[in-house]
């Protein structure tokens, strides 16, 4: 099952030459893909682009087999496709933890105890209990990135979009999330800048050239 298609995709911000040039991508249900290319190249405005936050100036979004053109049309894939961005302060935004993570579950619809039980669950799963109560702002750079995951984890996600997640991370806790991501069942899109990481995660690979995906 095809869970993301993206077809000759065309994009330029303003003033500037186009970043994208008739992109094609495919996401298969439990497939894992990197994208790689030069800084600048467009890769994580594919990623902007899937979930509807940038849009095209010419191509298709298929998402879930259903084209993906009106600001409602994306509200569906937000729910089901989770978007880890490079900086968890753009990510992390209520006081505690536990918080955070409610905070997609609550709007969904879950009541407070189903958000709460979905918290201990996705915390009891990556081994993150300790950090339940914990101040947002107050954790460390790896602590943000490994929670960053688990307010995504909670929305129950079909694929996870990932932009750069091992930046700002020591050995120790890169380590960790590779770990945990690898046990993950969800397809997965991954930008980043380490040849390992792609490799432990996500070895097959498109390279971004002149505003093209070629495979590699």
Sequence with gaps: MTLIALDDICFAYPGQAPVLNGANLRLEAGQRLSLTGPNGAGKSTLLRITLGLQR??????????????????????????????????????????????????????????????????????????????????????????????ATVLAMEPQALLLDEPTNALDTKNEARLLEILQSLPQAILLVSHSPAFRDALAPDRLELRDGKLVAV
């Design 56 to 149: 095209p100036s010419s191509g298709a979004v298929t998402v879930f087999g259903k084209p993906r053109q009106a600001e409602a049309d994306f509200h569906e894939v937000r729910r089901h496709i989770g978007l880890v961005f490079q900086d968890p302060d753009d990510q992390l935004f209520c006081p505690t933890v536990a918080e955070d993570i409610a905070f997609g579950p609550l709007n969904l619809g879950k009541t407070r105890d189903e958000a709460l039980a979905i918290v201990d669950r996705v915390l009891g799963d990556l081994n993150l209990m300790h950090l339940k109560e914990r101040t947002t702002h107050k954790l460390s750079g790896g602590e943000k990135r490994l929670i960053t995951l």
